[in-house]
T-cell receptor, first 115, second 114 residues
């Protein structure tokens, strides 16, 4: 079956511009997570959505970052007024609770470069 | 609060040699533990996970890991390294129960020397 997909795979933007990153989770997965992977910071949790509950935004680094999840499926991570330190790989993961607990499945990531 | 420590940011082994990647965790509640692998320019792929039950967990590509509560460790091993194992490996911890964010270690890059 199809895995988690993300688009674009690569994005180059200029400092100060806004960007939108998209994530399509695995069908039927109710939870969706965004992580960021950057040099020197490793993998950091950003935000997560679960069903109709309020999202956990505790990992968002600043108010320039926001995310939406429409219809319990596709999610968009928006970064406003991008800065060079936002350059990173943004990874999306989706999951569902099974008999053996939760396992998060990751997409290939979006590589963002802010010039 | 949870944390993961991976000893050694870079590990080199000869092809056919034992692979041992070390991971120690800290968790205030019973954890779920994971190993993920990341090949260049790709996303994270789940190798194996421990939730409950048997402490020796077998994963894909011949890897296994053993959960040792007394040592708070979850080291990853493979008896014989293959060139295709060259990648970056991440140990991760999650609180058990419900949906939880994952806390990752800083990663270990494995180099396999022919």
């Amino acid at each position: 079956g199809a895995g988690v997909s993300q688009s674009p795979s690569n994005k180059v933007t200029e400092k100060g511009k806004d960007v939108e990153l998209r994530c399509d989770p695995i069908s039927g997965h109710t939870a969706l997570y965004w992580y960021r992977q950057s040099l020197g910071q490793g993998l950091e949790f950003l935000i997560y959505f679960q069903g109709n509950s309020a999202p956990d935004k505790s990992g968002l680094p600043s108010d320039r970052f926001s995310a939406e999840r429409t219809g319990g499926s596709v999610s968009t991570l928006t970064i406003q007024r991008t800065q060079q330190e936002d350059s990173a790989v943004y990874l999306c993961a989706s999951s569902v609770l099974g008999e053996n607990g939760e396992t998060q499945y990751f997409g290939p990531g979006t590589r963002l470069l802010v010039l | 609060a949870q944390s993961v420590t991976q000893l050694g940011s870079h590990v080199s082994v000869s092809e056919g040699a034992l692979v041992l990647l070390r991971c120690n965790y800290s968790s205030s509640v019973p954890p779920y533990l994971f190993w993920y692998v990341q090949y260049p320019n790709q996303g994270l792929q789940l190798l194996l996970k421990y939730t409950t039950g048997a402490t020796l967990v077998k994963g894909i590509n011949g890897f296994e890991a053993e959960f040792k509560k007394s040592e708070t460790s979850f080291h990853l091993t493979k008896p014989s390294a293959h060139m295709s194992d060259a990648a970056e490996y991440f140990c991760a911890v999650m609180r058990s129960g419900g949906y939880q964010k994952v806390t990752f270690g800083t990663g270990t890059k494995l180099q396999v020397i022919p």
